[in-house]
Protein backbone atom coordinates (compact mmCIF):
# COMPACT_ATOMS: atom_id res chain seq x y z
CA UNK A 1 0.00 0.00 0.00
CA UNK A 2 2.39 2.50 1.07
CA UNK A 3 4.91 1.20 -1.39
CA UNK A 4 2.08 1.47 -4.34
CA UNK A 5 1.17 5.33 -3.22
CA UNK A 6 4.84 6.09 -3.12
CA UNK A 7 5.25 4.42 -6.75
CA UNK A 8 2.01 6.73 -8.04
CA UNK A 9 3.39 9.31 -6.91
CA UNK A 10 6.73 8.82 -8.57
CA UNK A 11 5.71 8.47 -11.65
CA UNK A 12 2.79 11.50 -11.54
CA UNK A 13 5.90 13.51 -10.99
CA UNK A 14 7.94 11.66 -13.74
CA UNK A 15 4.98 12.64 -16.27
CA UNK A 16 4.69 16.42 -14.92
CA UNK A 17 8.47 16.53 -15.78
CA UNK A 18 8.35 14.96 -18.81
CA UNK A 19 5.08 17.11 -19.74
CA UNK A 20 6.96 20.06 -19.12
CA UNK A 21 9.77 19.41 -21.68
CA UNK A 22 8.76 20.73 -24.60
CA UNK A 23 10.68 21.78 -27.44
CA UNK A 24 10.31 25.23 -29.34
CA UNK A 25 11.90 26.51 -32.90
CA UNK A 26 12.74 30.05 -33.84
CA UNK A 27 13.68 30.01 -37.41
CA UNK A 28 16.28 32.55 -39.16
CA UNK A 29 13.58 35.51 -39.77
CA UNK A 30 11.84 35.36 -36.50
CA UNK A 31 12.35 38.55 -33.91
CA UNK A 32 13.82 36.93 -31.73
CA UNK A 33 17.13 36.87 -33.73
CA UNK A 34 18.99 39.50 -34.18
CA UNK A 35 21.26 40.34 -36.89
CA UNK A 36 24.68 42.15 -36.26
CA UNK A 37 25.36 43.31 -39.48
CA UNK A 38 22.71 43.13 -42.52
CA UNK A 39 22.42 39.88 -43.76
CA UNK A 40 24.01 39.58 -47.14
CA UNK A 41 21.11 37.01 -48.80
CA UNK A 42 17.65 35.92 -47.55
CA UNK A 43 16.12 32.89 -48.95
CA UNK A 44 13.73 33.23 -50.51
CA UNK A 45 13.87 34.83 -53.08
CA UNK A 46 17.59 33.87 -53.09
CA UNK A 47 17.97 29.85 -53.39
CA UNK A 48 20.30 29.13 -50.82
CA UNK A 49 20.36 25.28 -51.23
CA UNK A 50 19.11 23.35 -54.42
CA UNK A 51 16.96 21.74 -52.36
CA UNK A 52 15.26 24.66 -50.26
CA UNK A 53 12.46 22.29 -49.04
CA UNK A 54 15.48 21.12 -46.98
CA UNK A 55 15.18 24.34 -45.13
CA UNK A 56 13.29 24.59 -42.28
CA UNK A 57 10.14 26.35 -43.27
CA UNK A 58 11.72 26.91 -46.38
CA UNK A 59 13.84 29.67 -45.13
CA UNK A 60 17.49 30.44 -44.12
CA UNK A 61 19.66 33.84 -44.37
CA UNK A 62 23.37 34.59 -45.04
CA UNK A 63 25.48 36.54 -43.19
CA UNK A 64 29.30 37.14 -42.57
CA UNK A 65 28.27 38.93 -39.04
CA UNK A 66 27.61 37.34 -35.48
CA UNK A 67 23.82 36.50 -35.18
CA UNK A 68 22.32 36.62 -31.43
CA UNK A 69 19.49 34.67 -30.49
CA UNK A 70 17.54 34.87 -27.17
CA UNK A 71 15.17 31.66 -25.62
CA UNK A 72 14.36 30.67 -22.39
CA UNK A 73 15.17 27.11 -21.81
CA UNK A 74 17.17 24.19 -20.59
CA UNK A 75 18.63 23.01 -23.83
CA UNK A 76 19.34 24.67 -27.48
CA UNK A 77 20.02 23.15 -30.64
CA UNK A 78 21.78 24.88 -33.62
CA UNK A 79 21.42 24.11 -37.75
CA UNK A 80 23.07 26.38 -40.27
CA UNK A 81 25.84 25.44 -42.77
CA UNK A 82 28.82 27.21 -42.83
CA UNK A 83 31.79 27.66 -45.48
CA UNK A 84 33.95 28.31 -42.60
CA UNK A 85 34.89 27.78 -38.96
CA UNK A 86 32.11 29.43 -36.17
CA UNK A 87 31.90 29.69 -32.94
CA UNK A 88 29.85 29.59 -30.23
CA UNK A 89 28.86 31.27 -26.77
CA UNK A 90 25.93 31.54 -24.18
CA UNK A 91 25.52 34.22 -21.81
CA UNK A 92 28.73 35.49 -23.08
CA UNK A 93 30.74 32.58 -22.77
CA UNK A 94 32.83 30.72 -25.46
CA UNK A 95 30.69 27.15 -25.33
CA UNK A 96 31.80 25.30 -28.56
CA UNK A 97 33.00 25.18 -32.36
CA UNK A 98 31.74 24.29 -35.46
CA UNK A 99 34.79 23.64 -37.89
CA UNK A 100 32.54 24.13 -41.05
CA UNK A 101 32.17 22.49 -43.90
CA UNK A 102 30.40 23.94 -47.29
CA UNK A 103 27.04 26.04 -47.18
CA UNK A 104 25.57 22.93 -49.07
CA UNK A 105 25.81 21.25 -45.88
CA UNK A 106 21.88 22.71 -45.64
CA UNK A 107 20.90 20.48 -48.78
CA UNK A 108 21.62 17.59 -45.94
CA UNK A 109 19.28 16.19 -43.19
CA UNK A 110 21.42 15.94 -40.53
CA UNK A 111 22.80 20.17 -40.11
CA UNK A 112 22.66 19.96 -36.30
CA UNK A 113 26.18 21.60 -35.90
CA UNK A 114 25.76 22.71 -31.88
CA UNK A 115 24.12 21.47 -28.98
CA UNK A 116 24.12 22.23 -25.36
CA UNK A 117 21.49 20.36 -23.16
CA UNK A 118 23.20 21.33 -19.69
CA UNK A 119 21.79 24.74 -19.20
CA UNK A 120 20.13 26.08 -16.25
CA UNK A 121 16.49 26.87 -17.40
CA UNK A 122 16.34 30.45 -17.42
CA UNK A 123 16.52 32.95 -20.11
CA UNK A 124 20.16 32.81 -22.17
CA UNK A 125 21.42 34.22 -25.10
CA UNK A 126 22.95 32.53 -27.75
CA UNK A 127 25.55 33.76 -30.37
CA UNK A 128 26.68 32.67 -33.59
CA UNK A 129 30.21 34.17 -34.84
CA UNK A 130 31.75 33.32 -37.86
CA UNK A 131 34.76 32.70 -37.43
CA UNK A 132 37.06 33.79 -39.85
CA UNK A 133 37.44 36.47 -42.54
CA UNK A 134 35.69 34.88 -45.41
CA UNK A 135 33.47 33.15 -43.12
CA UNK A 136 29.79 32.85 -44.37
CA UNK A 137 27.18 31.28 -42.28
CA UNK A 138 23.70 30.52 -43.34
CA UNK A 139 21.11 30.55 -40.36
CA UNK A 140 18.64 27.90 -40.97
CA UNK A 141 16.47 28.20 -37.70
CA UNK A 142 17.38 26.75 -33.37
CA UNK A 143 15.43 24.41 -31.23
CA UNK A 144 15.31 24.97 -27.85
CA UNK A 145 13.83 22.59 -24.82
C1 LIG B 1 14.20 18.48 -28.83
O1 LIG B 1 14.86 18.38 -30.08
C2 LIG B 1 16.12 17.74 -30.00
C3 LIG B 1 16.77 17.82 -31.37
O2 LIG B 1 15.96 17.29 -32.37
C4 LIG B 1 15.92 16.30 -29.55
O3 LIG B 1 17.16 15.62 -29.46
C5 LIG B 1 15.26 16.34 -28.15
O4 LIG B 1 14.99 15.01 -27.73
C6 LIG B 1 13.97 17.14 -28.20
N1 LIG B 1 13.46 17.30 -26.85
C7 LIG B 1 12.16 17.22 -26.56
C8 LIG B 1 11.78 17.46 -25.14
O5 LIG B 1 11.30 16.97 -27.42
C1 LIG C 1 6.93 29.86 -41.45
O1 LIG C 1 7.30 31.16 -41.86
C2 LIG C 1 6.25 32.12 -41.79
C3 LIG C 1 6.78 33.43 -42.38
O2 LIG C 1 7.94 33.83 -41.73
C4 LIG C 1 5.80 32.27 -40.33
O3 LIG C 1 4.76 33.19 -40.23
C5 LIG C 1 5.37 30.90 -39.81
O4 LIG C 1 5.07 31.03 -38.42
C6 LIG C 1 6.49 29.90 -39.99
N1 LIG C 1 6.04 28.56 -39.59
C7 LIG C 1 6.65 27.87 -38.62
C8 LIG C 1 6.13 26.49 -38.39
O5 LIG C 1 7.56 28.35 -37.96
C1 LIG D 1 26.86 24.44 -22.30
O1 LIG D 1 26.80 25.75 -21.80
C2 LIG D 1 27.42 25.90 -20.54
C3 LIG D 1 27.14 27.30 -20.05
O2 LIG D 1 27.61 28.25 -20.99
C4 LIG D 1 28.91 25.59 -20.67
O3 LIG D 1 29.53 25.70 -19.42
C5 LIG D 1 29.09 24.18 -21.21
O4 LIG D 1 30.46 23.93 -21.47
C6 LIG D 1 28.30 24.00 -22.51
N1 LIG D 1 28.35 22.62 -22.92
C7 LIG D 1 28.52 22.28 -24.19
C8 LIG D 1 28.49 20.82 -24.48
O5 LIG D 1 28.69 23.10 -25.07
Known amino acids: MNLLHILSTALIYVG ?3 AALKNYTIQ ?3 PAVTYSQIPLVTCPP ?3 SPTMANLFNGTA ?3 DGPITVSFTGSAVYVYLGA ?3 CFFTIDGV ?3 TFPGS ?3 ELNQDERLVYSNTSLTDEEHRLAIYPGALVSLVAF ?3 VYT
Open 28 to 30: DDD
Open 46 to 48: TTC
Open 140 to 142: DYV
Open 61 to 63: TVT
Open 102 to 104: TLD
Open 83 to 85: SGP
Open 16 to 18: IAS
Open 94 to 96: TAG
